[in-house]
């Protein structure tokens, strides 16, 4: 399954060393403007080579725009954009294309397909997310024109190093999406050291939506927290997905849990905005655990495609920490999942309209 979504749908295709790669948008509403340069930060956010401690890959990552957009507006019918991979080096795969290399999903691939693109795990590779990325700048633009809904996220982890203070202007003036500007030389640091050492680690991104009103999500099973942790798991290395609390809701007590509300706001958002599967016009919260990334120079054990035991060593350009990268992809997959549920809850209970009364959201993420 290679689409995402019901009434804002993406499908993505490609292969990090294939030609290129893409996605096709349909059920976009008319009337959005857009152009190749509404792409261009956010992809920017997201792309390799920005810095020292990610990918060395540099993908000019310059969007077409095959269809869908008649004078620089949207006219409703599909949306095609086209990536074309300009850094593609596959040969850097030569030597493990008879190989499984642990914690990737070459193995998986070959026993569900039997055959594999082993060039940088071909679509299994992050190169997809780039795809994901770009879908979403439109969602995030609908969502911010038409409703005031922002989606943001920042770095809430890397390995055992956690911020000391949330703060949203120090997010996207240093590599990480760090929140806590004190803390980056510490970072810098930390992943050059980690780097040196041919090992990886893995990450927790925060990824917060504000200005969403209530009522979005469907019961039973297109509930909206049900959606974004689908939505988050569907992004490589993902390993884990909290909403609100999370799993430390495990240890509270429900006198403490549920989010009390006055005429003020609610006073807590220990639910992470979301009740019964709806919105509750409170932030949406969700957590998400990235893995260490696998591929790796240090060696390890595993097996070929003969059923022989080898010593695998991944060369190539890779990230020591892929959740410095997933913010931004993060918050696409958010506001593809908000997006959709807005549309979905326009056409089945548009003409409900504003119910009294309405909890003010309050101060608390
Ligand atoms: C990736 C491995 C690296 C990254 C790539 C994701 O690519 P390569 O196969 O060239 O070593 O550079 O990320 C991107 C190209 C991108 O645009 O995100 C992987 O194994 O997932």
């Not at 990235?290 to 080898?310: I, M, N, Y």
Request: net charge neutral; glycine share 12%; aromatic share 6%.
């Amino acid at each position: 399954m290679n689409t995402f979504g019901h009434l804002f749908r993406v499908t993505t295709f490609g292969e990090s060393h294939g030609p290129a790669i893409g996605c096709v948008v349909d059920g976009c509403p008319p009337g959005m403007a857009i152009s190749a340069e509404t792409f261009v930060t956010d992809l920017a956010r997201r792309a390799t080579g920005k810095s020292r401690h990610t990918s060395a890959r540099h993908e000019a990552d310059a969007v077409e725009i095959l269809s869908g957009v008649y004078e620089g507006i949207t006219t409703g019918t599909p949306i095609a954009l086209l990536i074309r991979n300009t850094d593609a080096r596959g040969k850097d795969y030569d030597r493990i294309v008879e190989q499984f290399r642990p914690g990737h999903a070459d193995y998986t691939y070959w026993q569900k397909y039997g055959i594999r693109d082993p060039r940088g795990g071909g679509r299994s590779s992050a190169r997809e997310t780039t795809m994901r990325v770009a879908a979403a700048v439109i969602a995030k633009q609908w969502l911010l024109d038409r409703h005031g809904v922002r989606v943001r996220g920042y770095l809430a982890q890397i390995g055992e190093v956690v911020p000391r203070t949330t703060d949203w202007a120090a997010v996207e003036s240093n590599p990480f999406f760090w929140p806590d500007v004190a803390q980056v030389s510490e970072l810098e640091a930390y992943m050059d050291a980690l780097r040196k050492s041919g090992d990886s680690v893995g990450a927790r991104v925060t990824t917060i939506a504000t200005g969403v009103p209530p009522g979005w999500g469907e019961p039973i099973y297109g509930k909206l927290d049900s959606e974004l942790a689908a939505a988050m798991m569907s992004i490589n290395a993902v390993k884990g997905v909290e909403i609100g609390d999370g799993f430390a809701a495990v240890a509270q007590r429900g006198s403490a849990h549920r989010d009390e509300a006055t005429h003020a706001g609610f006073l807590s958002n220990h639910a992470g905005g979301i009740l019964g599967g709806i919105s509750s016009g409170q932030a949406i919260v969700v957590s998400t655990a990235f893995k260490p990334t696998s591929s790796l120079r240090l060696p390890a054990r595993g097996l070929d495609v003969h059923g022989d035991e080898v010593e695998i060593v991944t060369t190539g350009r890779h990230d020591p920490c892929v959740g410095i990268r997933a913010t931004p992809i993060c918050e696409a997959m958010m506001a593809l999942v908000l997006m959709d549920q807005a549309l979905r809850h326009r056409a089945q209970c548009g003409d409900v309209g504003e119910v009294f009364p309405r909890i003010p959201p309050g101060a608390a993420m």
